[in-house]
């Protein structure tokens, strides 16, 4: 059976793309999916609990999203250049995406706030995508935190005035170019409820790289080309998973990160240890799930991969359908807008 891009289509009116995050991460609204009857409910975040049970396993990416935008100018003719750092290949060396990019040579060099940070191009890589050695005096981190900007979404056009809330309250391990946004809408206080119910809370980390965002240009879905995304799966982390495994509770993923980590993590019988790798799993109608036992999810794109993947957990139709109500509904969509919980 041939999976056409365009049977993931639906149509989104421009309003419901969310713009900023709200006042209180739990206050989002929440659609319950029921993946067998395709039944729907309409809650807020913080009810989230009332669908959790005592032993219950809930997986969150503790990745930290980076100031990974830099804004900068030719060292030779002083035209803007932009500079988005996808990941890190030794100490100083960025693989990077290049705005405008056609003119970034190898021995190019940027220059960025006032020479704080300079940079050289040393060679073009795949999908056009460019390895950069960066100089500078002190540490890096503090130059990148003093110039950088957050890299927010393309569909996002409002400024962001507080860096954090494009930030999970779990963040940890620096890496991301793009947030595991499903996990935006904890608070710690909720974290703190879910944990007084019995529900283990198990941290892996996948930074989520740029191709996310990606669109699928092929029509027949099985030609698009997943990118690379580096994970870690830590003994504990595994031990949780496996142990609501084996005491036949449930294994919920908080974001499409989180599924992605533990389903490539996994063997054959669903269990996992400790590892650590880079994968490119493309997750989609007829894949059969080792690990996650329900997902919770914000609403994605239109022909997304994400929501290819959330259509393999619970059926294009009941997903489409779920995704008609809630534009009926006027939920907020993508990034900063509501959830979704698919159990």
Sequence with gaps: MELKKSDFYFDLPQELIAQDPLKDRSASRLLVLNKQTGNIEHHTFHEITDYLQPGDCLVLNDTKVIPARLLGVREDTGAAVEVLLLKRKEKDVWETLVKPGKKARPGMRLV?????????????????????????????????????????????????????????????????????????????????????????????????????????????????????????????????????????????????????????????NGRLRECSGDTRIFIYPGYRFKTLDALITNFHLPESTLVMLVSALAGRERVLHAYEEAIQEKYRFFSFGDAMLIQ
């Excluded at 935006?184 to 409820?193: D, G, P, R, Y």
């Excluded at 879910?194 to 941290?203: P, R, T």
């Design 112 to 268: 960025f706030g006032d020479g704080i940070l300079k940079a050289e191009v040393l060679e073009i890589v795949e999908e056009g995508n460019r390895l950069i050695r960066f100089l500078y005096e002190g540490i890096f981190e503090e130059a990148l935190d003093r110039l950088g900007e957050m890299p927010l979404p393309p569909y996002i056009t409002h400024k962001l005035q507080d860096r954090n809330r494009y930030q999970t309250v779990y963040a940890r391990y620096e890496g991301s170019a793009a947030a595991p946004t499903a996990g935006l809408h904890f608070t710690t206080q909720l974290l703190h409820a879910i944990e007084e119910k019995g529900v283990d809370i198990a941290y892996v980390t996948l930074h989520v790289g740029l191709g996310t965002f990606r669109p699928v240009k092929e029509e027949n879905i099985l030609e698009h080309h997943m990118h690379t995304e580096t994970y870690q799966v830590t003994a504990e982390a595994a031990e949780k998973i496996n142990r609501a495994k084996e005491s036949g509770h449930r294994v919920i993923c908080v974001g499409t990160t989180s599924c992605r980590t533990v389903e490539s993590a996994a063997d054959e």
